[in-house]
Protein backbone atom coordinates (compact mmCIF):
# COMPACT_ATOMS: atom_id res chain seq x y z
CA UNK A 1 0.00 0.00 0.00
CA UNK A 2 2.45 2.32 0.99
CA UNK A 3 4.40 1.64 -2.35
CA UNK A 4 1.01 2.45 -4.48
CA UNK A 5 0.91 5.65 -2.56
CA UNK A 6 4.42 6.38 -3.98
CA UNK A 7 3.75 5.61 -7.22
CA UNK A 8 0.43 8.17 -7.09
CA UNK A 9 2.27 10.76 -5.81
CA UNK A 10 5.16 10.15 -8.74
CA UNK A 11 2.49 9.58 -11.38
CA UNK A 12 0.68 13.30 -10.39
CA UNK A 13 4.09 14.89 -10.60
CA UNK A 14 4.45 13.56 -13.84
CA UNK A 15 1.17 14.53 -14.84
CA UNK A 16 1.65 18.23 -13.70
CA UNK A 17 5.26 18.52 -15.34
CA UNK A 18 4.36 17.39 -18.68
CA UNK A 19 1.53 20.04 -18.51
CA UNK A 20 4.37 22.83 -17.41
CA UNK A 21 6.72 21.39 -20.46
CA UNK A 22 6.38 21.46 -23.90
CA UNK A 23 7.55 18.12 -26.04
CA UNK A 24 9.22 20.34 -28.59
CA UNK A 25 11.81 22.99 -29.10
CA UNK A 26 8.73 25.59 -27.96
CA UNK A 27 8.80 26.41 -24.05
CA UNK A 28 6.12 27.14 -21.83
CA UNK A 29 6.00 30.10 -20.44
CA UNK A 30 5.37 29.31 -16.43
CA UNK A 31 4.33 32.62 -14.25
CA UNK A 32 6.06 32.57 -11.52
CA UNK A 33 5.45 35.66 -8.71
CA UNK A 34 4.41 37.76 -11.77
CA UNK A 35 7.43 36.95 -13.68
CA UNK A 36 7.69 34.93 -16.68
CA UNK A 37 10.24 32.06 -16.90
CA UNK A 38 10.65 29.24 -19.84
CA UNK A 39 10.18 25.71 -19.20
CA UNK A 40 12.23 22.73 -21.00
CA UNK A 41 12.95 19.16 -20.27
CA UNK A 42 16.46 17.85 -19.68
CA UNK A 43 16.26 16.57 -23.64
CA UNK A 44 15.47 20.13 -24.59
CA UNK A 45 17.91 22.12 -22.51
CA UNK A 46 20.70 19.39 -23.72
CA UNK A 47 19.76 20.30 -27.51
CA UNK A 48 19.95 23.77 -26.98
CA UNK A 49 22.89 23.74 -24.95
CA UNK A 50 24.52 21.53 -27.49
CA UNK A 51 23.34 24.44 -29.77
CA UNK A 52 24.26 27.05 -27.93
CA UNK A 53 27.68 25.73 -27.50
CA UNK A 54 27.96 24.63 -31.03
CA UNK A 55 27.26 28.90 -32.27
CA UNK A 56 29.78 29.89 -29.66
CA UNK A 57 32.28 27.76 -31.61
CA UNK A 58 31.42 28.79 -34.64
CA UNK A 59 31.32 32.59 -34.15
CA UNK A 60 35.15 32.02 -32.55
CA UNK A 61 35.99 30.45 -35.49
CA UNK A 62 34.46 33.61 -37.76
CA UNK A 63 36.15 35.40 -35.54
CA UNK A 64 39.50 33.96 -36.07
CA UNK A 65 39.18 33.93 -40.19
CA UNK A 66 38.10 37.46 -39.31
CA UNK A 67 41.19 38.40 -37.67
CA UNK A 68 43.27 36.16 -40.20
CA UNK A 69 41.68 37.84 -43.36
CA UNK A 70 42.96 40.97 -42.12
CA UNK A 71 46.01 40.35 -41.11
CA UNK A 72 46.12 38.86 -45.07
CA UNK A 73 45.04 41.93 -46.04
CA UNK A 74 47.57 43.85 -44.02
CA UNK A 75 50.41 41.59 -45.43
CA UNK A 76 49.30 41.91 -49.23
CA UNK A 77 48.96 45.92 -48.48
CA UNK A 78 52.42 45.56 -47.26
CA UNK A 79 53.73 43.13 -49.90
CA UNK A 80 52.27 45.57 -52.48
CA UNK A 81 53.66 48.53 -51.10
CA UNK A 82 57.21 46.95 -51.11
CA UNK A 83 56.95 45.77 -54.72
CA UNK A 84 55.71 49.12 -56.04
CA UNK A 85 58.96 50.67 -54.01
CA UNK A 86 61.13 48.45 -55.46
CA UNK A 87 59.79 48.95 -58.83
CA UNK A 88 60.55 52.41 -58.48
CA UNK A 89 63.86 51.99 -57.44
CA UNK A 90 64.25 49.62 -60.26
CA UNK A 91 63.57 52.66 -62.31
CA UNK A 92 65.90 55.04 -60.69
CA UNK A 93 68.55 52.59 -61.27
CA UNK A 94 68.01 51.89 -64.87
CA UNK A 95 68.47 55.99 -64.89
CA UNK A 96 71.66 55.48 -62.88
CA UNK A 97 73.27 53.32 -64.92
CA UNK A 98 72.07 55.30 -68.36
CA UNK A 99 73.64 58.35 -66.42
CA UNK A 100 76.60 56.42 -65.74
CA UNK A 101 76.67 55.05 -69.53
CA UNK A 102 76.57 58.79 -70.83
CA UNK A 103 79.30 60.23 -67.97
CA UNK A 104 81.88 57.25 -68.97
CA UNK A 105 80.97 58.25 -73.16
CA UNK A 106 81.18 61.85 -72.66
CA UNK A 107 84.93 61.11 -70.39
CA UNK A 108 86.12 58.85 -72.89
CA UNK A 109 85.41 61.53 -75.42
CA UNK A 110 87.47 63.97 -73.26
CA UNK A 111 90.22 61.92 -73.14
CA UNK A 112 90.27 61.23 -76.47
CA UNK A 113 90.57 64.93 -76.97
CA UNK A 114 93.15 65.10 -74.57
CA UNK A 115 95.26 62.46 -75.71
CA UNK A 116 95.18 64.00 -79.44
CA UNK A 117 96.05 67.28 -77.52
CA UNK A 118 99.30 65.96 -75.92
CA UNK A 119 100.00 64.52 -79.17
CA UNK A 120 99.74 67.57 -80.96
CA UNK A 121 101.66 69.42 -78.14
CA UNK A 122 104.95 66.96 -78.67
CA UNK A 123 104.62 67.19 -82.48
CA UNK A 124 104.75 70.97 -82.39
CA UNK A 125 107.62 70.98 -79.54
CA UNK A 126 109.53 68.63 -82.24
CA UNK A 127 108.63 70.93 -84.76
CA UNK A 128 109.57 73.64 -82.30
CA UNK A 129 112.62 72.21 -81.07
CA UNK A 130 113.77 71.16 -84.50
CA UNK A 131 112.91 74.67 -86.26
CA UNK A 132 115.22 76.21 -83.57
CA UNK A 133 118.09 73.46 -84.24
CA UNK A 134 117.87 74.44 -87.49
CA UNK A 135 117.58 78.17 -86.71
CA UNK A 136 120.87 77.65 -84.61
CA UNK A 137 122.40 76.02 -86.88
CA UNK A 138 122.27 78.50 -90.06
CA UNK A 139 123.23 81.29 -87.50
CA UNK A 140 126.22 79.54 -86.00
CA UNK A 141 126.67 78.40 -89.72
CA UNK A 142 126.94 82.71 -90.85
Same mark, same amino acid.
Given at each position: ?????????????????????????????? &????? $????? !? /???????? =? +????????????????????????????????????????????????? &????? $????? !? /???????? =? +???????????????????????
Amino acid at each position: MNSMRKLILLLGCLLWTCTVISQDLKPILQ &DINSE $QYFCF !T /IEQSRFVA =K +RLEFSLFQDSIIDTLKIRNLRWQHLLHKKDTIIFKLEDKVENLVLVKEN &DKVQI $QELNL !T /IRKQNKRI =K +RGKLERWFFGGGLLILTGIIIAQ
